[in-house]
């Protein structure tokens, strides 16, 4: 597992738990009967196919809006972690981590902004 391939869950735009499960859905490699729960959340992570490294990064709106649900997501990435059969790292970014995928923050249901087409005459 290198840091190099690891899966980025961006929560910025994230603040209620319903918002955060479909980050994770959209984000993370979950099969399609995920519950959208916190012990689908921990089961799937703790059951992933091959080594994983996921990089939380914008979950501070989210902490600060739901403390208790994020104290529960960060429970079930530690759980996760600490039973995944071929290795998980669930690392949060403190800070620095420059996203660059994306412009500008997108709500976690929103889809990817289009990018306008060129002006007529040019």
Sequence with gaps: MRLDDAVVLDLHGVTDKTAFMNRCVRTLPLPVWFGRN???LADCLADMRE???????????????EPDDWAIAQEVFSAAARTSRLGLAVLLVLGGWEDRTSASAQGSDDPPAASPGPAVGE
């Design 38 to 40: 916190w012990d689908a």
């Design 51 to 65: 080594p994983m490294a996921v990089v939380v990064t914008g979950w501070q709106a989210y902490a600060e809006a």
